[in-house]
């Protein structure tokens, strides 16, 4: 009698063994999927200069951190460039109390990127920081 209790359980387990490895599978990706889009860190000088083959490496992590704790309202020009460096992007739609500095680029099969982010500082007149933001272009 004990053997049949035992051939019982084991044919249950094998009946719903694919549905455990599904729900598994599926519980793993989408816990993947989760850490992988949120994935933030803090900002520092060496994670900002981080560039390989002209793309930076840990931009789109930390400006988030960038701008809630290190971009302050009234910072001068000086201050910012002291924090992130002269490396800005002069755009032909820029004016002249904006500084750009490029987040992530995404690059087809054309010669030209798909789509570029950029972080946008927009100055005062007395050139110190009025509003900061991150921009896309296409």
């Not at 455990?20 to 949120?38: D, E, I, K, N, Q």
């Amino acid at each position: 009698m004990r053997e049949r209790k035992t051939y019982r359980n084991l044919a249950l387990r094998n009946k719903f063994k694919p549905l455990y490895c599904y729900f598994l599978a599926v519980w793993l990706l989408a816990g993947m999927t989760l850490t992988a889009c949120s994935r933030q860190e803090k900002f520092t000088r060496e994670k900002w200069d981080l560039e390989y083959d002209g793309q930076y490496l840990k931009r789109e992590y930390i400006v988030k951190d960038l701008m809630e704790n290190h971009l302050h309202k009234k910072m001068s020009y000086e201050e910012i460039i002291n924090l992130l460096g002269d490396k800005t992007e002069r755009l032909q739609l820029a004016d002249s109390n904006r500084i750009y500095y490029q987040i992530k680029e995404k690059w087809g099969w054309d010669i030209d990127p798909e789509w570029t982010t950029y972080l946008e500082i927009e100055l005062d007149k007395d050139s110190c920081l009025k509003s900061v933001r991150v921009v896309k272009y296409k």
